[in-house]
């Protein structure tokens, strides 16, 4: 009677089966591992976020704060202050000859540069420095050493090497309606901010110099 016999690959199924054991081991511990990955990756993302939204917060803020400062009375004559005496010294400096011209209709300013013989035309191009003025800082008149006063349309400072051609007072109002003076003295070339509406320095005719 004929014999059939089947090898057995006992080892071979035994491995099989440690290898499919082994590998579902590894795919849940791969599984494991990519969730905790997704997961520190997306804490990483909300930092970045929050990282970002604060800076554009701050940034806001100071610029809200800067816009807030500039329309402030004390920000706005100093930089009239500022810009008169730069144009002083960059005259003072130099050959240069600079022009400030003040509009109190229109509540605003313009430092230029003179570079055309015809003093009456304000080129683009000599525009320095152009500000506007708001209900903060008004200017109210001013006033020249030679005496002329100015409320109504445009006053002008000019200054070249030798100083300023004329000295005078431009009188401002704050909030308050409390008056100040931005006093310009062509003896010594200064440009200085005083309270209330000062008296300014005039020139002595030549019969009331003793020498």
Known sequence: MPTCTVPMHTDCVVCDASCVMRTKSDMRNSQYAIRNTRHGFTMTEMVVVIIVVSLFVLLVQANLFGLLRKNTFRAQVQDLVCTMQMAASAAAESNRRYELII??????????????PDLSQVLQEEIIVENDLSDNCRVV?????????????WAKFRVGHSGWQYGGKIVLLDKKERPYSVVVNRLNRTVSLKEGDVEILKPKAKEEVPF
Do not use: C, H, K, V
């Open 103 to 116: 509009d109190p209709t229109e509540q605003n300013y313009i430092l230029r540069e003179i570079t055309s």
């Open 141 to 153: 008149y001013i006033e020249f050493d030679d005496g002329e006063s100015i409320n109504d349309g």
